[in-house]
């Protein structure tokens, strides 16, 4: 069973910056993609950022300029470095990672997420 474990969330005031990191019970080098999302009470989880194995990075759209994301193979590490963050930016964070299993079967894993709070 994969587990991918996050941390680094906290609390900041408007501006400020945070590093959540996501660590893999296995290679990462096997997954198709990784990604960080985020939810907030009664909405969907949303896509923030994500990496595919071949280093394609995909933002959303109001992250772009503030919000990198990255990997170390080596550590299995993914993080989610965010600066400029806004009351918006408010939510838990989830670390996400797709495993193609087959031509037809793609698994997907989660983190336990953590919470990270911006204040005005």
């Known amino acids: 069973q994969v587990r991918l474990v996050e941390s680094g969330g906290g609390s900041v005031q408007t501006g400020g910056s945070l590093r959540v990191s996501c660590v893999a019970s296995?290679?990462?080098?096997?997954?198709?993609?990784m990604g960080w999302y985020r939810q907030t009470p009664g909405k969907p989880r949303e896509l923030v950022a994500k990496?595919?194995?071949?280093?394609?990075?995909t933002y959303e759209d109001s992250v772009k300029g503030r919000f990198t994301i990255s990997r170390d193979n080596a550590k299995n590490t993914l993080w989610l470095q965010m600066n400029s963050l806004k009351p918006d930016d408010t939510a838990v964070y989830y670390c996400n990672a797709n495993l193609l299993v087959s031509a037809l079967i793609l698994d997907t894993y989660w983190g336990q997420g953590t919470q990270v709070t911006v204040s005005s």
């Open positions: 296995m290679s990462i080098f096997s997954f198709s993609d």
């Open positions: 990496i595919n194995r071949e280093g394609t990075i």
